[in-house]
């Protein structure tokens, strides 16, 4: 098979393009990127010498390029897009061009060549939230209703991924997932910022009360369920992924990370809230269990594993953390 990867040079991305080449050696797998700030050519590193591995830079924005790289595609795994909620609430217009314009240009490109799957990757923020104690779940039948200018442009690509299907017939199918953390994460994202604070010694930022809730995910098992829903995946579905993690506030996690490096609560200070903050993300997989999937990793012991990562690979995320911080200095979450 032929995969046509975009934003494989970003978190889930590259963590994704090493899952599949690992799996599955005889596949070549392209990887198209504009390498934005969020994008990190030392995120693949681990297979950028692979002989079925190829990268380009471009701009799924523009027809031209998108048109070469989808050559002779089989399969289309599409990750790239302005993924930071913060960033969308200082500057909305690169997430409506990127994440709907972008993905309009690439179901384009990939109904004229006839490609077998377009997997869309996507986000639980479409659902918008639930009451902090509320004990339903987001299904794939729940309504839309996304918050923040990110959600919503998330949201407005899986509609127009499922009009592609209904109106021209392109074989597609969706994940929304969780909060996803692991390798590779940007420092602006609140795992990798409280990790990478606490190395430099500074205490971890928690927005607000610290009570909203939040789902987490590890990426390998956001992963293996992209992979079970392009190879088992029923075309034309939704399938919601969800993590192996109990219900956490954000304080909770915090606690928990600042308890891994030996420190206590002094490390943990409470700044502004983000506006619009969603309170809770909650999802319920069964859909994608009945075909088999299971979160793997251990929700403890994979966010230790991730923290190692963290201290081990200063050189991967020192060059980031600067730009991170810029970004909570003008918001004034510092
Ligand atoms: P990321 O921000 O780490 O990476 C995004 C990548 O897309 C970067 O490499 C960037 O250079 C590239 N990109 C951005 N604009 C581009 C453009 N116009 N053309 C080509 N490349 C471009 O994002 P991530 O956290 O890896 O998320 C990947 C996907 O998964 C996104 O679609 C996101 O909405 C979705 N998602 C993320 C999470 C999460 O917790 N991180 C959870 C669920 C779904
Ligand atoms: O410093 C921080 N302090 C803090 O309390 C940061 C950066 C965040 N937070 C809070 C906000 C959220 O409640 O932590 C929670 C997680 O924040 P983010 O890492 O920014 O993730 P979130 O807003 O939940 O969105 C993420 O999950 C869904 C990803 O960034 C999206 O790309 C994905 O679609």
């Known amino acids: 098979m032929r995969l046509l990867v975009t934003g ?3 978190f889930i991305g590259s963590n994704f393009i090493c899952y599949w080449l690992k799996k599955y050696h005889g596949d070549k797998v392209l990887n198209l990127d504009k390498l934005t700030y969020a994008g990190h050519l030392s995120s693949t590193i681990d297979f950028d010498e692979n002989k079925n591995y190829s990268f380009v830079k471009g701009d799924i924005c523009y027809p031209e390029i998108v048109a070469k790289c989808m050559k002779n595609v089989d399969i289309v795994v599409h990750f790239a897009a302005e993924s930071h ?15 709907v314009l972008g993905t309009q240009v690439l179901l384009d490109a990939a109904l004229r060549v006839k490609v077998k799957r377009f997997h ?3 986000t639980d923020e479409v659902f918008g939230d639930l ?9 794939e039948d729940t309504l839309y ?16 991924v499922r009009a592609y299907h209904y109106t021209f017939g392109l074989p597609v199918t969706i994940t929304n997932g969780a909060n996803n953390y692991g390798p590779c994460q940007d420092p602006e994202k609140f795992m990798p910022r409280a990790i990478t604070n606490l190395i430099e010694n500074t205490p971890i930022k928690l ?9 987490w995910l590890y990426v390998e098992d956001y992963c293996s369920a992209i992979d079970l829903v392009i190879t088992k995946g029923k075309i034309g579905e939704t399938y919601l992924v969800g993590g192996s993690s109990k219900e956490l506030t954000n304080y909770d996690v915090a606690r928990l990370i600042v308890g891994f490096f030996g420190l206590d609560k002094k490390y943990i200070k ?12 909650a999802i319920d997989s069964t859909k994608l269990k009945t075909l088999g999937w299971q979160p793997k990793y251990d929700f403890d012991k994979w966010l230790s594993k991730t923290i190692d990562w963290y201290k081990k690979n200063t050189w991967w995320w020192r060059p980031l953390k600067a730009k991170a911080e810029n970004l909570y200095r003008k918001t004034g979450q510092i």
Do not use: E, M
């Open 120 to 122: 869309h990757v996507s």
């Open 207 to 215: 927005y607000g009360k610290g009570d909203n809730i939040r789902n």
């Open 8 to 10: 494989g040079c970003g």
């Open 131 to 139: 009451p902090l104690n509320s004990k339903h779940k987001f299904r």
């Open 145 to 160: 209703n996304p918050h923040s200018p990110y959600a919503a442009s998330k949201a407005a690509s899986d509609h127009l």
């Open 85 to 99: 909620v913060d960033r969308s609430i200082t500057d909305p217009t690169i997430f409506s061009r990127t994440n």
């Open 270 to 281: 409470f700044v502004k809230d983000r506006s619009g903050h969603d309170r809770k993300y």
